[in-house]
């Protein structure tokens, strides 16, 4: 069974560009979880999706940031106008359909992303 | 709000001897309570959860963990310690399970080094 696949694993953007993370979640996982973690820090929520749908976006930064999750393909975490401040390592995760055994999440590898 | 506290920064060990990362969590209602390991550049891999039941958890690579209620403690042990555990480790915490309430919060890390 494939984990949680993310992609890229190392991404580069200067200040002031776009920068798009992927996630594909397991198979036959529905919700979707974006973490970050800073240099020194833990992971901080960001955002829980399920397919074309937001649950809690309580920890998304309220400009520049985004995340989706389609009916069809990845989960996409986008960034607009990248800042030094952005460079972190972003973990997806992902968990079975609520009802069944949704307590446990499952992470990728994350991306790391630098903004120079 | 719900939060974790690992109070060290790095437990130093000796192979062979026993191991142990404390945690402490704050959570209204029944917490759900996790670790999870971190090997370098690599993403969280799940160890064990606490949701109900025994309050002492087994969980993978000979890790077990043990909920106290009273002390609103979670910490993390391993009678023999081998040097392939030396990584980061994460505890985290989320509140009663209801539609929407998947947010994990964890808490900084605990760098174990095993000493061989």
């Known amino acids: 069974n494939a984990g949680v696949m993310q992609n890229p694993r190392h991404l580069v953007r200067r200040r002031g560009q776009e920068a798009r993370l992927r996630c594909s979640p397991m198979k036959g996982h529905s919700h979707v979880y974006w973490y970050r973690q800073l240099p020194e820090e833990g992971l901080k929520f960001m955002v829980y999706l399920q397919k074309e749908n937001i649950i809690d976006e309580s920890g998304m930064p309220k400009e520049r940031f985004s995340a989706e999750f389609p009916k069809e393909g990845p989960s996409i975490l986008r960034i607009q106008q990248v800042v030094r401040g952005d460079s972190a390592a972003y973990f997806c995760?992902?968990?079975?359909?609520?009802?069944?055994?949704?307590?446990?999440?499952?992470f990728g590898p994350g991306t790391r992303l630098t903004v120079l | 709000a719900q939060s974790v506290a690992q109070p060290e920064d790095q437990v130093n060990v000796a192979e062979g001897n026993p191991l142990t990362v404390k945690c402490t969590y704050s959570v209204s209602g029944n917490p759900y309570l996790f670790w999870y390991v971190q090997y370098p550049n690599r993403g969280l891999q799940f160890l064990l959860k606490?949701?109900?039941?025994?309050?002492l958890v087994k969980g993978s690579y000979g890790f077990e963990a043990e909920f106290n209620k009273s002390q609103t403690s979670f910490h993390l042990k391993k009678p023999s310690a081998l040097v392939s555990d030396s990584a980061l480790y994460f505890c985290a915490v989320r509140g009663p399970s209801y539609y929407g309430n998947n947010r994990l919060a964890f808490g900084k890390g605990n760098q174990v080094v095993v000493i061989p």
């Open positions: 995760a992902s968990s079975p359909p609520w009802g069944t055994s949704t307590d446990t999440q499952y």
């Open positions: 606490y949701i109900t039941g025994d309050n």
